[in-house]
């Protein structure tokens, strides 16, 4: 351990659940005792609460909640028109469920590349698609790491070439671009509630939010086999919804998610405060950049480093957690070699995965922690 024996470790998760629960732990085994007191487990009332208070707090009228966030990602372009032999361009650089989904609509999965400055699709690359003559239904750009795309540049595109665009803001509750939520500023949205989330479920949870009460409806509809009355099944859907437990916890957390969420960024200027202080900027570190069109909510605070898997298993033998999202651009997948595309077809997206890393970020990291993360990647560099 290059001299550091186990008495001068100390750990440094990349997320500790069990901070947060001990802070809320009394307001969620209430919610939950109510939910199982009533032993309406499969939507009950706490899912239409649940659904009101996300809605209003995206700023939209419509949020249907759902079994997974990739089930939202599926049901959110499904509802808005995506169907079979539709095409739609997305990013090579997110999880596997952002192709995946595309394929489950029976659709045609599209890249382009990434902006390497903040990660997400860039509209310039969508643009060069569009303007070589390829015909798209439907755009999905990705929120990544908790900060919007550029829907300036987006929504341009849409007013061109008549594309409908859908938010995979699965890691982006909260955030917003020019002062509108994530989740407000496409035709359909869709988000995780994933355990590891900002706004994080006690197992698998997705919501779709949406202005029109068309798509409301659909998902509504599509989440449950298909019917709008019970037995009468007017397509095929599946079955999706939202259980009332997981309800019930996130609108207890959803309470503290604005909180939460500006101490994710002022975890991250902290981050970069003492990046600077130990000169870091300067040996090929690359700190996250912040668009200032948008409010960026952290899900995760993610660097570019040189010799990355070396310094993570550095930091591993030092007990400070990290993370790769995402260690394979998506067109390289070996389940997804269909898609037509070869290594080198995306270099920005496949840099990308070749350097990131994600440190330690949640609520209740504190500043001692950060200053241990930010010390060990000094020594590395030293």
Sequence with gaps: MDGVTP????????????????????????????????????????????????ALSCGVPHAIGCASGTDALWLAMAAAGVGPGDAVVTSPFSFFATVSSILRCGARPVLADIDPQTFNLSPQTVGELLRGGETIKAVLPVHLYGQCADWDAFSTLREEFGVTLVEDAAQAFGAEWRGVKAGALGASAAFSFYPTKNLAAVGDAGLVTTSSESIDERVRSLRAHGMKRRYYHDEVGWNSRLDTIQAAVLEVKLKYLPEGNRKRRALAAGYAEMFAAAGLTGKGIVLPFEDSRGTHVYHQYVIRAPKRDALRAFLAERKIGTEVYYPLSLHQQVSLVDLGYKTGDFPESERAAEEVLALPMYPELRSDEQEIVVGAIAEFFR
């Design 7 to 54: 008495a001068k470790v100390t750990p440094v998760p990349m997320l500790d659940f069990s901070r947060q629960f001990a802070t809320i732990r009394e307001e969620v085994l209430a919610a939950v005792e109510t939910v199982l007191t009533s032993q309406r487990f499969i939507l009950g009332p706490e899912v239409e609460s649940f659904e009101r208070s996300a």
